[in-house]
C-alpha cells in the first residue's frame, strides 16, 4: 500500500506507466502565488471507470499522459469531474466558479484559462497546445444546458462515455451502418456501450439488431439493461448467425477480434476499435478477414459535425440525447462514493484488473 506524503495539502496520484498495477501518492501542494493569467481549481470530485482505463492504456498511443505531466516514467491518468476555482488572476473567471471537464487524478489543477465564452473555456497551457479540444474545455455548470445538480454523480460517471457513444452513432448512421444487418458491441457492460446500445435501440426501428457480448457474470446485468436485441457470452460468438455485421469493440481483445472476423469473414463489413477494457490481450497487428479494424477517434467525428452543425447545434441535439439517456441509466447503475487515498487506490487497481462491478459506478475524491 503506497504512503501518503506528509503535506496533505495537495496531493496527486500517479501510475508507473511501465507498470499500471505499481502506483503512488505524492506530495502537490497548490502554488502560494499563482501566474497572471492563470486560475486554481480544486479537484472535488471525479468518476473512475473503465474507460479511464482505456486512457492508461493507450496513454502513450494516444497522448493521454500529455494533459496532466508527472515526473519521467510515470502518469496521472484523466479522469472527468467536478472542480471550483479557489484562485484566479484572470479577469475572465471567477472565484467560486464550478466547472466541468478532464482533471488529474489530484486533489487540485492549474489552468490558463483562454477562448472564454459564456459555456466555459479552455486550458492554453503550453503543454496542451496541439492536444485534442474536446478535453481542453472547461464547463461553467452555471451556463450547461444539460447540467443538473441532482445528477451531477450521473453526469461524471457517464457524460463523458455518452459523448462518445453519440459520436460512435452518428458515426455509423453517417454511413449507413456500411451495409450492416447487427451492430456487434463487446465489453457490452461497459458505460461507453451502454450509451451507444440505447442510442442505437432508440432509432434502428427494424433496420438492424444491437448484439452484446459479454462475461457469465455480467449478461444478466446486461440482458436486464433492455437495450440490446440479444446477448451473448464470449465463448458463443460461433454461433451468431451469419449476415452483415459492423462490430465496436470495447473491449481491445485479441480472441475476441479474431474469433469474430474469422466468423463472418467478408461479413464483416466494419471494425471499429475504441476501447480497451480487456488491456492485457491488447490484439497484435496482424491481416484479419472482412474489413480491417480501425481506430475511432470521437474528436474527429466531434469537429466534422461541429462544423456542419454549428457548435450550438451540435450541443442542442447531444443535450436532448443525453437528458433521455439520463432517464434510462438512474434506475440499473447505483453510485458508490469513496473518499481518500485508499478508496482511490482500491477502486483504480479494482477497475484495472476487471473486478468492477457492472451495476455500480464509483464516484471519488481524494479529499478526507
Known amino acids: 500500500m503506497p504512503s501518503m506524503p506528509g503535506n496533505a495539502d495537495g496531493v496527486d496520484f500517479v501510475v508507473d506507466r511501465s507498470d499500471l498495477r505499481r502506483v503512488e501518492f505524492v506530495a502537490a501542494p497548490p502554488p502560494a502565488d499563482l501566474e497572471a493569467g492563470r486560475a ?10 473503465a474507460n479511464n482505463v482505456t486512457y492508461a492504456v ?7 499522459w500529455s494533459f ?17 476555482v479557489i484562485g484566479s488572476r484572470h479577469s ?12 488529474p487524478m489530484s486533489t487540485h489543477l492549474v489552468v490558463q484559462p483562454d477562448g472564454i465564452g459564456r459555456r466555459g473555456f479552455v486550458d492554453a497551457a503550453a503543454h496542451r497546445a496541439g492536444l485534442p479540444p474536446i478535453y481542453n474545455h472547461y464547463t461553467l455548470v452555471a451556463n450547461d444546458p444539460g447540467y443538473q445538480p441532482q445528477h451531477e454523480d450521473q453526469q461524471m460517471l457517464f457524460r463523458p462515455q455518452f459523448m462518445t457513444a453519440f459520436l460512435l452513432d452518428d458515426f455509423l448512421a453517417d454511413g449507413d451502418f456500411f451495409g450492416a444487418r447487427a451492430v456487434i458491441l463487446s465489453s457490452a457492460s461497459s458505460k461507453t ?8 435501440s432508440k432509432a434502428r ?32 460468438i460461433n454461433a451468431l448467425p451469419r449476415q452483415p455485421v459492423a462490430f465496436v469493440d470495447m473491449a481491445g481483445d485479441a480472441k475476441v477480434i479474431r474469433t469474430l472476423h474469422h466468423h463472418f469473414r467478408d461479413d464483416m463489413k466494419h471494425s ?27 474528436p474527429t467525428q466531434l469537429q466534422k459535425r461541429t462544423q456542419e452543425w454549428g457548435a450550438e447545434g451540435f450541443q442542442q441535439r447531444y443535450a436532448s440525447a443525453w437528458r433521455q439517456f439520463l432517464e434510462f441509466i438512474c434506475a440499473p447503475i447505483r453510485v458508490v462514493h469513496g473518499r481518500g487515498p485508499d478508496a482511490v487506490e482500491r477502486v483504480y487497481i479494482d477497475t484495472l484488473e476487471g473486478r468492477a462491478k457492472p451495476n455500480e459506478g464509483h464516484i471519488l475524491t481524494l479529499w478526507p
Open 193 to 200: 456501450a451502454i450509451g451507444l446500445a440505447f442510442l442505437l
Open 58 to 64: 493507450a496513454g502513450d498511443m494516444l497522448s493521454y
Open 272 to 298: 471499429c476499435m475504441v476501447g480497451l477494457t480487456h488491456w492485457e490481450q491488447r490484439a497484435p497487428a496482424e491481416e484479419l478477414p472482412g474489413a480491417p479494424p480501425t481506430r475511432f477517434f470521437a
Open 92 to 103: 475572465g473567471v471567477a472565484e467560486g466558479a464550478r466547472l466541468f471537464g478532464y482533471l
Open 68 to 84: 496532466f505531466p508527472a515526473r519521467a516514467g510515470w502518469g496521472r491518468v484523466p479522469v472527468w469531474g467536478f472542480g471550483d
Open 205 to 236: 426501428g427494424a433496420a438492424y439488431q444491437v448484439v452484446g457480448l459479454t462475461s457469465p457474470s455480467n449478461r444478466s446485468f446486461v440482458e436486464q439493461l433492455g437495450c440490446y436485441d440479444r446477448v451473448c457470452t464470449y465463448d458463443q
Open 40 to 49: 486554481l481549481l480544486r479537484v472535488d470530485a471525479f468518476a473512475f471507470t
